[in-house]
């Protein structure tokens, strides 16, 4: 259905929005769409720097004895 909407389908239906709503409400539309996807990005990118924080602690919690320890105990061996 929606495959043959094409151009001049578009345009009316664009103009037909704009007629019900008014320019002032689309464009406060949009700026709350940008504010949502703007948010969305910063919480994706929040979420990525909370995952590879964890594994970094993660990786660092799993090694607990020092250096010195860890030679010694090889040389024993």
Request: glycine content about 12%.
């Given at each position: ?7 001049p389908?578009l345009l009316l ?6 007629v ?5 409400k689309?464009?406060?539309?949009m ?9 969305f ?6 979420g ?6 964890e594994?970094n602690?993660?990786a660092s919690a799993r ?5 010195e320890e860890?030679t010694e ?5």
């Amino acid at each position: 259905m929606l495959n043959n909407i094409g151009l001049p389908g578009l345009l009316l239906i664009a103009i037909v929005v704009l007629v019900l709503f008014g320019r002032g409400k689309i464009s406060s539309l949009m700026g709350e769409v940008g504010k949502g996807i703007t948010a969305f990005k910063k919480g994706v990118d929040e979420g990525k720097k909370e995952i590879s924080d964890e594994e970094n602690a993660s990786a660092s919690a799993r090694d607990v004895t020092p250096a010195e320890e860890t030679t010694e105990t090889k040389d024993k061996v």
